[in-house]
């Protein structure tokens, strides 16, 4: 049985790459009013435009090879892209990704940097209808989306694509007609920018701290030298007096009495203020390149640019965080969305990759002789902070507010001692129950603050509640 390919007269992709790619499509393929599906050798049936892509690449692309992350990476835009397709989804959503993908596209040639892929032609494809209705002002004004316009131009008329588009069917763009010029971008220069400003945070934050200490160090100077000078005299006026009298008996060193050992510093009390709770923006999300079950997103969690862990990416500082939701959330909820993290365990390499925080989310509370991990076969649900509260915000249970660790010491079990009291409300309201806690019980029966008034509410310093959308009483981890 050989491949076959019908195409759906409603997919403009696939016709694209059809005129486009007609050598490297399977030689049955026809057009059809059914959905686009690609019938591999084994009787399989491949549907959905981008999985169907994907399997077509090697043959469009033949000479160009691709590494595990840059196949993640044309998987996620081919995700994006379809969300930019006609007809377009909430506006405000839209113009999130407009601006990332503009962004994105300030400093690269094609989506992967200068390597060309089927990601291009596909974004090209579902986004052209798109650019032909946009204003001057939308394609080159001061807020315009320049670098898309230069990649749509790009890619409909670079020979390394060749697409079958006729004149008549090309975005017309008029390179003389831009109202803003904008500064070409420097990946050096701003390069550059990025390491004097964390140098100027750093410097700036050890200028105060040092200040009072080099006050009081001016006045004490002199004398401190003369008392540091003080016993090398004397051992010099003891060496003069042994010479001229070498019969004097030498006088015995008084032993040192062993200092006291310093007390043990006092360890913070269990309560679940001790971990660093944040709102955290996914910015993007794709496959891990090495696991079928794991995510790989790049999360903006507040953090400072000198902060151990985070990298820059499209100008914020990030954490990258492997969650175990693929085949439990779908991919495209996790695009360009509001999270909670825990951005103070330990960081941990998954399958080859680095996790820095981990993304809390909702599952059904196992039933009485079922496995603990069965629960989280599924339904998952990620708990949503308000839709106002701005990456890096803090998040807390009601009253147990605190000041969190540093990082939580692995041996000492913190997370794994509270997190059973993590839950869900009838109200669907995400909460933190002391009560079942077994550490916790004696200082809930005897509290008179909100610790002993049964579920504290995860809320935001801002005062929003974080809730998840169907489960109550659920495990939350």
């Given at each position: 049985m050989t491949t076959s390919l019908s195409i759906s007269p409603s997919d403009p992709l696939l016709t694209l790459l059809q005129r486009s790619f007609p050598s490297a499509l399977p030689t049955s393929?026809?057009?059809?009013?059914?959905?686009?599906?690609?019938?591999?050798?084994?009787?399989?049936?491949?549907?959905?435009?981008?999985?169907?892509?994907?399997?077509l690449s090697p043959k469009i692309f033949p000479e160009t090879s691709y590494t595990d992350i840059e196949n993640a990476e044309i998987a996620q835009w081919l995700t994006l892209s379809a969300r930019l397709a006609p007809p377009p989804e909430d506006a405000d959503k839209v113009s999130d990704l407009l601006k990332t993908l503009n962004a994105h596209l300030s400093t690269r040639t094609t989506l992967l940097g200068a390597k060309p892929s089927i990601a291009d032609v596909?974004?090209?494809?579902?986004?052209a209808r798109t650019v032909v209705q946009w204003t001057p002002e939308q394609r080159t004004g001061e807020n315009g989306y320049h670098h898309i316009v230069r990649f749509v131009d790009f890619v409909q008329n670079a020979p390394v694509f060749g697409l079958g588009l006729k004149e008549g069917e090309k975005v017309m763009v008029d390179v003389d007609n831009v109202i803003f010029v904008q500064k070409p971008v420097d990946p050096r220069e701003e390069k550059d920018k990025r390491k004097k400003a964390a140098a100027a945070t750093a410097a700036a934050a050890a200028a105060a701290e040092g200040e009072s200490g080099r006050a009081a160090e001016g006045t004490r100077s002199k004398k401190d030298k003369a008392k540091g000078k003080l016993p090398e005299a004397k051992?010099?006026?003891?060496?003069?007096?042994?010479?001229?009298?070498?019969?004097?008996?030498?006088?015995?060193?008084?032993?040192?009495?062993?200092?006291?050992?310093?007390?043990?510093?006092?360890?913070?009390?269990?309560?679940?203020?001790?971990?660093?709770?944040?709102v955290g923006h996914i910015?993007?999300?794709?496959?891990?390149?090495?696991?079928?079950?794991?995510?790989?997103?790049?999360?903006?969690?507040?953090?400072?640019?000198?902060?151990?862990?985070?990298?820059?990416?499209?100008?914020?500082?990030?954490?990258?965080?492997?969650?175990?939701?693929?085949?439990?959330?779908?991919?495209?909820?996790?695009?360009?969305?509001?999270?909670?993290?825990?951005?103070?365990?330990?960081?941990?390499?998954?399958?080859?990759?680095?996790?820095?925080?981990m993304v809390l989310a909702a599952s059904p509370r196992p039933v009485e002789g079922e496995a603990p991990d069965d629960g989280h076969k599924g339904p998952v649900e990620l708990v949503t902070p308000p839709v106002d509260a701005k990456a890096g915000e803090r998040v807390f249970f009601e009253g147990w507010n605190g000041e969190p660790e540093g990082q939580l010491n692995p041996k000492k079990k913190i997370w794994e001692t509270l997190q059973p009291g993590f839950t869900t409300t009838k109200k669907l309201e995400v909460g933190f129950d002391s009560a079942v806690v077994p550490q916790l019980r004696g200082e809930v029966e005897g509290s008179t603050t909100g610790a002993g008034r049964g579920v504290g509410r995860l809320v935001t310093e801002s005062g929003g509640v974080c809730v998840v959308n169907t489960l109550t009483g659920a495990v939350v981890r």
């Open positions: 393929t026809t057009n059809s009013s059914s959905p686009s599906a690609l019938t591999l050798p084994s009787g399989s049936v491949v549907q959905g435009t981008n999985t169907i892509v994907a399997h596909a974004l090209y494809s579902r986004i051992e010099a006026v003891r060496d003069v007096a042994a010479s001229a009298n070498p019969m004097a008996p030498k006088k015995e060193k008084k032993e040192k009495a062993p200092k006291a050992p310093k007390a043990p510093a006092k360890e913070a009390s269990l309560t679940p203020s001790l971990i660093d709770l944040r910015i993007k999300a794709v496959n891990h390149p090495n696991a079928d079950s794991l995510y790989v997103s790049t999360i903006a969690c507040g953090d400072p640019p000198s902060k151990e862990g985070t990298s820059e990416y499209e100008g914020q500082i990030v954490r990258t965080v492997c969650s175990g939701l693929n085949g439990l959330v779908p991919l495209e909820e996790m695009q360009d969305r509001k999270v909670v993290v825990v951005c103070n365990l330990k960081p941990v390499t998954m399958r080859g990759v680095k996790s820095s925080a």
